[in-house]
C-alpha cells in the first residue's frame, strides 16, 4: 500500500503532471446532507469532483435491516461511481475534507482500499492547509473533463467486522467517539449510551493536532494505539473510525478491521450488551 497521507506541495505538483489524477471533495457535515455540496459549490481545489457523504460513501440507513446510520454503499452502486469519476488501479487519488480526514475523507480512503484502489490519499490538513498553503481555488459547478474507466473492483470483506465478530470478544475494540459519548454520559443521537463491553475509548479527533488539522507524528500515533494481534474499530456510524484506521497506517500499523454498524447498529438490539463507566468492572 502507498502512503497514505500527502501533503500540500506534492498534490500541487501531482497536478501539474500528466499522470491520470482524481481528487475527491468530501466535506461533509453529518446533520446536514446538503452541506458538503454547497461548500464544493462555495470554493474547491481546482478539479476536485464532489464526493456526497451521504449519496457516495454510504447506503440509505435502514435500521430495520441493521447497518447503522450510515451503512457501507453497495458494491455495484459504489463500483460504477468509481468509474464515473475515471478512477481505476493505475489512477493516483487524493481525497480531503475539512476536519483532518475524521469526517469523510478517510472514510472515502478505507472505501477506496476496500475496493482494491492501493493508490488512495489523504491530504494531510485538508481544505484548511490547502488555503494556506497554495490557495487555488475553484467555484462552481465546473468538473474537469472525465473519461470513465472500465475497471471492476475486487472488494476485500476480510476489512469489514460484523456485529457477529463484534460480540465474540476476540479482538481488541477502539471505541472513535468523544468520551463523553463512550462513557454513557452523553448520547445526543443514538438510543442507548454507553459502548460495547470491554471496549477502549481513542477519540478519532485525538490523532490530529487540533490547531492545523494535521494527523499527529507518525511516532506520537503509535504510541497511543494499544497492542493488540487483531483490532476492530468503530464509532457512532462507522464514518470517524476509518479515522483511527487511517492513524494506524500512518503509524505503520496493522490496519484494524471496521465495524460498519458501529454504536447505531449495536445500541438498537436490546439483546446486545452495554457498557457504561458505571457499570464497567
Known sequence: MTTALVDVNTLASWMDADEPLVVLDCRARLMDASAGRAMWQEGHIPGAIHADMAKDLASPANHENGGGRHPLPKKD????????????PQTRVVVYDDAGGQLAAARAWWLLLWAGQGNVHVLDGGWQAWQEEDGRVEQGETLPQITPSNWQPSFNDNMIATADDVARGDALLLDGRAGERYRGENEPIDPVAGHIPGAV???????????????LA?????????????TIAYCGSGVSACQLILAHAVAGRELPRLYPGSWSEWSRDPDRPVETNETAN
Do not use: C, K, V, Y
Request: negative net charge.
Open 77 to 88: 452502486t459504489f463500483a460504477e461511481q468509481l468509474r464515473q469519476w475515471g478512477i481505476s
Open 201 to 215: 475509548n481513542l477519540p478519532s479527533s485525538d490523532t490530529l493536532d487540533a490547531s492545523t488539522h494535521h494527523l
Open 218 to 230: 507518525a511516532e506520537e500515533l503509535d504510541s497511543m494505539m494499544p497492542q493488540s494481534d487483531e
